[in-house]
């Protein structure tokens, strides 16, 4: 399970389980994460947790996310032990999932050295965070667009285990059809 440790200003820390897929973070009640913080944005950053580990995206702050003290361009995979800074605010990533072995992880289609996060529900292409097109909806809701297509885009764990029910399903459906029939027998 992902969880990440706010280094409290008094000495207490809090423990914040993330769930899978994206968490937001920052000062607005429509986060998932709500941080009350002056350094932080109303909508500073976000972390998505999919099979391949944690991924930790700026959201245009102004006063920056940085892991490790180097500053948040583009997504960038969170380890455990690495520090997590938004604005002031500084948390230590505690678990993370294992990222996969390389011959597992689907490639970006526009950046074939990145690894994708998400799929086009529409033309099915696979790209990374940063090609995906981000539209802030009225309360706080985002829609995630193709940059190919303009299709909806869906974390690439949401196809993953749609795609394995229903290949699972029409196995099972193929290999019944099959039992049901006896194979020297004339339909």
């Known amino acids: 399970m992902a969880k990440l440790i706010v280094k409290g200003p008094n000495g207490r820390d809090e423990v914040l389980t993330l769930k899978p897929g994206i968490n937001r973070f920052g000062r607005s009640t429509a986060n998932d994460f709500v941080v009350f913080d002056s350094t932080v944005s109303r909508f500073h ?3 998505e947790v999919r099979d391949d580990g944690m991924w930790v995206r700026d959201l245009d702050s102004a006063n920056g996310t940085f892991v490790d003290d180097v500053p948040v ?3 960038v995979q969170l380890r455990k032990g ?3 800074r938004l604005g002031d ?3 230590e990533v ?3 999932p294992e990222p996969p072995r390389p011959d597992e992880i689907p490639m970006c289609s526009i950046h074939p050295s990145y690894p994708a996060s998400m799929q086009c529900t529409q ?3 696979v790209f990374c965070g940063s090609c995906v097109h981000l539209i802030r909806r009225l309360g706080g809701q985002y829609l995630r667009l193709c940059p190919k297509c303009s299709g909806h885009c869906v974390p690439l764990t949401v196809v993953r285990s749609t795609a394995k029910g229903f290949l699972q ?3 099972e459906r193929l290999l019944k059809k099959r039992t049901l029939r006896h194979p020297f027998q004339g339909e």
């Open 82 to 84: 690495q520090i997590l």
């Open 89 to 91: 605010v500084r948390m």
């Open 123 to 125: 033309c099915h292409q």
């Open 45 to 47: 950053c976000e972390i």
């Open 73 to 75: 361009t583009e997504p």
């Open 94 to 96: 505690r678990e993370a």
């Open 169 to 171: 399903g029409m196995m």
